[in-house]
């Protein structure tokens, strides 16, 4: 009924005003490329905690995120780290909350050179996890991927945020069309140009 309706609606707006993402990352140069998780779900309206948590250099803090994140309803975590990148599993270690790792290809600041493995290091430092201790785990620097599948996730409860992903779905289908369209009546030379000027 439309009072049914109604209350889920309100329901949807309660629960958006609180974080139910927890972003986190091993150190500050990472946020570069976790911002595009934020910026996904800012778009989708979902609330999000971010911090800085080093699996390494804060260890005792694990473990007290883990208790923060389930206390405070957080529904699911996206954890991004590079190099050996043991962050995302070290976090799932401390939690029944899903993980999504992003592997994060470590540049060297000074020198400009990218890490020796070009993020393979951290792609199967997330991905290889021991049997009956999963990590979702996306491709190098996709922040981005890993927001919209958190976003799937909470889909699950939230038939709002389930018609916004559809909604977003289709804006990328009609994207391609027109960019298909643009394609075949200018010519690939043109198009080519003009797009990539």
């Known amino acids: 009924t439309s009072v049914r309706y109604i209350k889920n609606i309100f329901r949807s707006m309660k629960i958006m005003k609180k974080p139910l993402v ?3 990352m091993g150190s500050s140069s990472d946020s570069r490329i976790m911002h595009g998780a ?23 803090r694990l473990e007290e995120y883990a208790k923060h994140a389930e206390k405070n309803g957080f529904k699911v ?73 958190a976003l799937k996730i909470l889909a699950n409860e939230s038939s709002s945020i389930r018609k916004m992903l559809k909604s977003h779905k289709e804006k990328q289908h009609k994207s391609v069309l027109k960019e298909s369209q643009d394609l075949k009546r200018m010519g690939l030379k043109k198009f080519v140009k003009k797009k990539f000027k």
């Open 22 to 24: 927890g972003i986190i």
């Open 38 to 60: 934020a910026e996904i779900l800012d778009e989708f309206g979902v609330q999000h905690e971010d911090q800085i948590i080093s699996a390494h250099r804060t260890p005792t």
């Open 77 to 149: 975590i996206i954890a991004g780290a590079g190099g050996a990148a043991h962050l995302p599993g070290m976090i799932a270690s401390h939690t029944v909350l899903p993980v999504i790792g992003v592997p994060i290809l470590v540049y060297n600041d000074k020198q400009k050179k990218k890490s020796a493995f070009s993020g393979l290091d951290s792609l199967l430092s997330i991905s290889e996890m021991p049997s009956g201790s999963p990590v979702v785990t996306v491709g190098v620097n996709k922040a981005l991927n890993a927001g919209i599948y």
